[in-house]
């Protein structure tokens, strides 16, 4: 039996990256044998173990064999006399598909380090058809490396536009997409992830339900140009998200509520079956970008109904990160007003009122009727 280091950990210690997760490989071995070692068994389609100590990922050495349509559609076999290179083949990328013995001697026999060296992502073998997934992963990890000079080798790039071209993307779950996304969302430069995308036609695939126009969401320069500044500023994925689609469907903004954009955002990315919290606050920030940069204009009664919408009063963290999304567009200029609205809003007691003999609807109406004059005050002022 012999144990490799493979993969990403593998690619990183040669970029001179930190090393997040470490997984290995088993040769010439039979799943009793990392049964009787105490490992505990986790995978469904071919055996994969626990370390009883570190708890990191072992697999047997595998190949995969397509039998279907779609990311889903192999068969793996798996066997004592399963090659290392043989694992190794069925890889997406060279620089994924190096190795590490025990002595620390690389092996790598597609050329991964030399890939490295001239900053390329390229595919390993033609297999790389047989997995439409590989083209989120390759945008995905385009994004995390681009800073450092990496580019999708164009031999790939083609191979990326034929998955996109013979329908089979379109088999991968909506749920994986996301994960993708909200993956590609956390690394160092995302608007590639995005880009990629749209250049090999993947989006009509993805979001099959949007218009053709709708597309161009994806390209347009000034939602790249403003989504690259957000990347820039702050790095939580939720804010980025909505600073994408802040521009995406909603540039040049509009006077008052957009309700289109809101409604335009928040069904595209149920769509993609985002988590409630980039559903709601990427549409409300496509909606109600405008109370931002046209406050004075607002009525007060509309204010305080946002401040409700976005939850702010009982999570006023959220205020501050539409007024940082806002301000990737239009400037930090009218942050300050909005802590105070907040504020003033908040500091309205129901007590005051209870003690008065308010209850029920009334009590709501009277507590409302402060707030908006609380928020007129400042307005006038």
Same mark, same amino acid.
């Given at each position: ?67 279907? +349509?779609? =990311?889903?559609? #192999? ?10 290179? %043989?694992?190794? &083949?069925?890889? $997406? ?119 053709? +126009?709708? =597309?161009?969401? #994806? ?10 500044? %957000?990347?820039? &500023?702050?790095? $939580? ?136 004059? %609380?928020?007129? &005050?400042?307005? $006038?002022?």
């Amino acid at each position: 039996m012999q144990i490799y280091l493979v993969g990403g950990a593998v690619r990183d210690k040669y970029l001179g990256l930190p090393i997040k997760d470490r997984d290995w490989v088993v040769v010439g071995a039979q799943p009793q044998a990392l049964l009787s070692l105490g490992y505990q068994p986790v995978g469904k389609d071919f055996p994969v173990f626990l370390h009883p100590e570190t708890h990191e990922e072992y697999a047997l050495a595998r190949t995969e064999k397509k039998t279907g +349509a779609g =990311y889903t559609g #192999f068969t793996c076999e798996y066997s004592p006399d399963i090659s290392l290179e %043989a694992d190794l &083949q069925r890889r $997406d990328l060279t620089i994924n598909a190096m190795a590490e013995s025990s002595t620390g001697t690389l092996i790598d026999p597609f050329g991964g380090q030399q890939d490295l060296e001239k900053k390329l992502l390229k595919h390993v073998s033609p297999a790389f058809v047989e997995d439409p997934l590989r083209v989120l992963r390759v945008a995905r990890l385009l994004a995390r490396y681009a800073h450092l000079g990496f580019q999708i080798a164009p031999e790939t790039f083609t191979l990326m536009k034929k998955l996109c071209a013979n329908g089979e993307l379109s088999t991968v779950s909506k749920e994986r997409v996301w994960q993708e996304l909200q993956r590609a969302l956390t690394e160092t430069q995302p608007w590639h992830f995005f880009e990629t995308l749209y250049h090999c036609n993947a989006w009509p695939s993805l979001l099959p339900a949007l218009d053709p +126009a709708d =597309y161009q969401i #994806f390209q347009q320069p000034q939602t790249l140009h403003f989504f690259q500044k %957000a990347c820039e &500023q702050f790095t $939580d994925s939720v804010q980025r998200l909505s600073a994408f689609f802040l521009t995406a469907v909603n540039y040049p903004v509009t006077s008052h509520a957009n309700l289109a954009a809101q409604q335009k955002t928040k069904r595209l990315l149920n769509q993609l079956k985002a988590p409630r919290i980039y559903v709601e606050f990427s549409s409300f920030v496509a909606g109600y970008h405008t109370l931002y940069f046209d406050l004075l204009n607002w009525p007060a009664e509309h204010i305080l109904a946002a401040f409700k919408q976005l939850h702010a009063f009982h999570q006023p963290q959220k205020l501050d990160q539409f007024i940082q999304v806002c301000g990737v567009v239009d400037g930090l200029y009218g942050s300050e007003i909005f802590t105070q609205m907040l504020l003033a809003c908040r500091n309205v007691k129901s007590e005051h009122y209870l003690q008065r003999g308010f209850t029920g609807i009334l009590l709501g109406q009277r507590i409302e009727e402060a707030q908006c004059a %609380a928020i007129q &005050q400042l307005l $006038d002022g």
